[in-house]
């Protein structure tokens, strides 16, 4: 009995130090987001400033970068490899951002830090999904996404309390990451090595040849069924509303200010609370009810009430009232939609040895993605405002059609129970016990 308490414990600890990447990476993305009229002001920055700074940021093109580099090391050289470094490379680009003295050092900051986050993800959520019990798997990935929310929430207090300094608050917010960075890379010393990794990738030397193992978790694996419609799948309904999701995530605050017409301080309070309200959901609802209920059907709740949020924006002018109303049904159905669905379920339907790539690859594609549209979003807000949440409306819509269409059946299973189902590594069958 105490032998299984202990293991528990470890288990939760290990998703703790893992989920701590959602922390920094959601905080820096929030902490550029509520400092970003702040930064344009400043500097004197055009819409093209703007747009740049976001594309390139770690909600953008070079988290995108990192990740699908960082998922493919994972891969091949182990899990825990990613944790000797990424975090110090974290650190040293927020001291870009805490420094920054023009534009163009805040972009390089940005740079670095998407870099090392993106790279951070796929490393972090596979650990979180090979170190749970398969009946508790959704339960573990969900505090991943509790982290995700509680970085912008203490990003945004600060932001508030700050608000009086000007740029030098958003700095001391920037101080506020470095500091987290280097505590949760000392603390990251001491994690273990994911032992289906290591297992698997005993076996495999052991009975594959070099050749065989580049045709079967290489990227070109990802042509071939079942991977492509697998990575096809997760790409598509995350992707997508990711579209959705970053813009609000980088630009909402922004947006108040400059089409709503709200203080600084007013439009980082009202984000603050939306992140607040994500992570009740999580934590009450996906938490919970991920490994007991039907999916789809959670799925498909949490994806019915951002749309309707958001359409709040799309038919309503832009007052205090929408505003409110679009927070509280975006970020309640948001902790049981996409983010938390997409951790659980590209965690489970690739192998061993092709999971952390895949991870890597679709956050890769989908943060690109997202980068190249935020180049675009300061435009469009500039133009029509109504215009552009209708885009959003609908990228929300196809999202939430894509995931309850195609959601795999994978509740309460093992990982190797579902790769035998898929119909993949079957001859490096590692009998893990959940």
């Not at 096809?232 to 959705?244: A, D, K, M, Q, S």
């Not at 970020?331 to 040895?353: K, Y």
Request: proline residues 3%.
């Amino acid at each position: 009995m105490n032998s299984d308490a202990s293991v528990r414990t470890a288990q939760w600890k290990w998703t703790f130090l893992a989920s701590m990447a959602n922390y920094i990476d959601a905080g820096s993305i929030v902490a550029g987001a509520a400092g970003l009229s702040l930064w344009q002001a400043y500097f004197h920055m055009s819409n093209t400033w703007v747009g740049l700074l976001a594309a390139f940021s770690s909600n953008g093109i070079s988290a995108g970068v990192g990740a699908l580099l960082g998922g493919r090391i994972c891969d091949l050289f182990g899990r825990k490899r990613i944790y000797s470094w990424d975090l110090l490379v974290y650190a040293f680009g927020l001291l870009w951002i805490i420094f920054a003295a023009a534009p163009w050092m805040l972009v390089v900051g940005y740079v670095i830090v998407g870099l090392a986050v993106g790279a951070d993800i796929p490393a972090s959520w596979t650990i979180i999904a090979e170190l749970a019990p398969s009946g508790s798997r959704g339960k573990h990935s969900g505090m991943a996404i509790i982290l995700w929310n509680t970085g912008p929430i203490v990003c945004l207090l600060m932001a508030f309390a700050l608000s009086s300094l000007g740029v030098l608050g958003t700095r001391l917010v920037f101080i506020q990451l470095f500091v987290v960075a280097i505590i949760t890379w000392m603390m990251r010393r001491g994690m273990v090595e994911s032992s289906r990794w290591k297992a698997a990738t005993v076996q495999e030397h052991t009975l594959t040849r070099r050749s065989e193992h580049r045709s079967r978790y290489g990227f070109r694996s990802f042509f071939k069924r079942p991977h492509f419609g697998a990575i096809v799948f997760c790409i598509g309904f995350f992707g997508i509303w990711n579209l959705e999701a970053g813009t609000n995530g980088f630009f909402f605050p922004y947006i108040l200010r400059t089409v709503g017409s709200q203080t600084q301080s007013t439009s980082v309070l009202m984000q603050s609370f939306g992140f607040l309200l994500g992570l009740v959901s999580t934590a009450c609802f996906f938490m919970p009810l991920n490994d007991r209920v039907n999916r789809r059907w959670l799925f498909a709740l949490g994806g019915a009430l951002q749309i309707v949020g958001m359409m709040l924006f799309a038919v309503f002018p832009l007052t205090m009232l929408v505003a409110f109303g679009y927070v509280l049904l975006g970020n309640i159905g948001g902790g049981v939609g996409q983010r938390p669905f997409f951790q659980v379920w590209s965690a489970e339907l690739f192998p061993t040895r092709l999971r952390s790539t895949a991870q890597g690859l679709a956050y890769g594609i989908v943060r690109v993605g997202v980068g190249l549209w935020s180049f675009f979003v300061p435009v469009l807000t500039a133009t029509g405002f109504h215009v552009l949440a209708w885009m959003l409306t609908g990228f929300l819509f196809v999202s939430a059609c894509i995931g309850v269409i195609w959601a795999p059946n994978t509740k309460g299973k093992s990982l190797e129970e579902i790769a035998v189902e898929r119909g993949y590594d079957t001859d490096f069958h590692i009998g893990h016990p959940s």
